[in-house]
DNA sequence: GGGCTTATTCTCAAGGCTAGAATAACGCCA
DNA sequence: TGGCGTTATTCTAGCCTTGAGAATAAGCCC
């Protein structure tokens, strides 16, 4: 039975073509800044990408040759996000054929000069600028609240309307409850579901109860959700792995790290305590050198313990965030 | 240029067809042991799972069309886990088409009994013996040190035998170090580079250089592997979602909320420190109704607080591991 | 009623985290 | 050269969480 399956799937495959695109969040952070590779083109920002070939041996070697010819960014740490495949949101309307798209994080030391005329660094912030919380609440929340709240109030039962509430609640917070840094997704979802941004009017499924969209620049197909996505599994992942070293020189002041991570998480965090953390745990290691280039006493440089790999205790650290 | 590249692929497309596969990991727990429904055939167990057709609008709603046709199991709370796609490795060698094979965990309350002649629930530490402590130390696992001591001994070079070292340390441990339960897919994959695992074998890519195979059943195809990734996840979001009340009944007294985070997690934790837990969390209330059914003193019935869910102040909940 | 079993509550110490104060070391400039 | 501004680095007191086990409660069975 088994066996029948197989074979009517075969000829199913080949009577419907199914093409799948590998895109590539490839991420550094510069200046305390967090980048991200993007190829421009006619006005609109997209990801690095291509698709899947035969050649190709596995799923991320064949991405890694898509960015290279790309951008000429050479690839260290790769990792996996999610496949999305909804026909109807994953391409630009028209073609019938199904597209797949399987997204993937990349981390780089530092953002070179970009190799390529229309392959450049940009702040991840001009995509999400509602996510960036390190001078406060940024106000672009305020026409984000009225948006949401029109569309709360237009939901077509109560039912949903508290359903709505919730989200809203869960994703955004309240005036009291302190920023949540990870549900960068959520809230991008969120925002296209209510119709805030253009991305939804394009696709067109979900139009702007609230007569306008919030500001942020959107990207091509649904790049800007593999962007969001990326984002939320980094904030997420440097609180329990070492990662953000992918993205350090070899040495580096305390804070550099520390505004690196900020960089990445959108807020910012008690500096004592997060000396105490990292060094607590052994994740980095004095160098002897020390740096004078951050004005006032100079700063120690320390490098990364690549050793903590191999021993298995790596807990990461978590943010010991700063409250004012 | 984003134009030219994209019709190059629509062309590749159709001369090399690629096909995808959706399976599904389906979880229940049942009598304190957990449950994963397979598909029995020819002496080889498999995940339900069939080929992504043009008809399905998404993924995930192809995956719960080809769960209820292969079993009638309707499914619930739906995740996606990973997307396969070395070549050689997901499909029975022989075909040259590309197969992606696209990780799903579903979560069902109960084990009903199987409503097809060849899908039955089985207790999913038949496939992953080692992955057992609630009673001790599973003996397996000298079977294990000593295949992998054999396969760090081989290593090409000193450096890579340092390698291999650490990796054996992190994902299995020492007699020492206590027992990490959420590093299963790293086991598996060790197992399987060392040749110590059947479907190794089978893929013609690692031989045994210990001479044996470790016991523990083996899956079609990357099946297995799929299945490790599945364990993996549940194990981690437990701690941080409170994703266990899906396996739960409508009302259970809290030792069988233990039980079954037992089972999942393969360790025993801490009664009383597990309740202040819960409890401290709000994630239970109570029903007022009690149960004699466990014997000795009669027990509380609770019943999840789904309002949790709109709060999101979840944290889930971290295991307090029983030391003895 | 005594013994057995499981449920439920408490307690106490150890460890970790929060927040801010205190101290150190350099450049700059009067 | 001493004061000032800047950043680095170290400490500390208080609070909260966690780990581990003891103590108590409430059924059943004989």
Redo the contacts between chains.
């Keep these: 039975?088994?066996a029948v399956?197989r074979s009517?799937?075969?000829e199913?495959?080949?009577q419907?073509?199914?093409?799948?695109?590998l895109s590539a969040v490839v991420v550094a952070v510069t200046k305390d800044e967090p980048k991200v590779l993007a190829?421009r083109?006619n006005d609109i920002d997209?990801l690095p990408s291509?698709?899947?070939?035969?050649q190709h041996?596995?799923?991320e070697s064949g991405l890694r040759v898509w960015v290279e010819t790309q951008t000429r960014q050479v690839l260290g740490y790769v990792e996996?996000l999610?496949?999305f495949?909804?026909?109807g949101r994953s391409l630009a309307a028209g073609?019938n054929?199904?597209v797949?798209s399987?997204g993937y994080l990349a981390l780089v030391p530092e953002a070179q000069p970009a190799g390529t005329a229309?392959a450049e660094w940009r702040n991840w912030y001009r995509y999400f600028p509602w996510e960036d919380w390190r001078d406060d609440r940024p106000p672009i929340l305020d026409r984000i609240a009225a948006g949401l709240k029109e569309w709360c109030a237009t939901a077509p039962t109560p039912a949903q309307r508290k359903?709505r509430d919730?989200r809203v609640?869960?994703?955004f917070?309240t005036r009291k409850?302190p920023w949540?840094d990870e549900p960068v997704l959520e809230r991008y979802e969120l925002l296209y579901e209510a119709g805030l941004v253009p991305e939804a009017q394009r696709d067109g499924r979900h139009a702007s109860v609230a007569g306008f969209v919030v500001e942020g620049e959107p990207m091509?197909a649904d790049h800007r959700r593999i962007l969001a996505t990326a984002i939320a599994r980094l904030r997420g992942k440097i609180k329990y792995r070492p990662v953000v070293f992918e993205l350090m020189p070899e040495t580096f002041p305390l804070l550099h790290l520390q505004r690196t991570v900020e960089a990445l998480a959108g807020v910012r965090v008690h500096k004592p305590n997060f000396r105490r953390l990292v060094e607590g745990q052994g994740l980095v290691e004095d160098t002897g050198g020390v740096t004078t280039e951050t004005g006032g006493r100079p700063a120690r440089l320390v490098r990364f313990r690549s050793e903590v790999l191999?021993?298995?205790?790596t807990t990461g650290f978590r943010l010991p965030v700063a409250r004012k």
Excluded at 16 to 21: F, L, N, T, Y
């Design positions: 039975m088994r399956q009517a799937h075969e199913k495959a080949v419907h073509a199914i093409s799948v695109d190829i083109n997209a291509g698709p899947l070939e035969p041996r596995t799923l996996q999610y496949t495949g909804d026909s073609t054929a199904r797949l399987i229309n359903l919730a609640r869960m994703t917070g409850t949540n091509l191999l021993e298995g205790t």
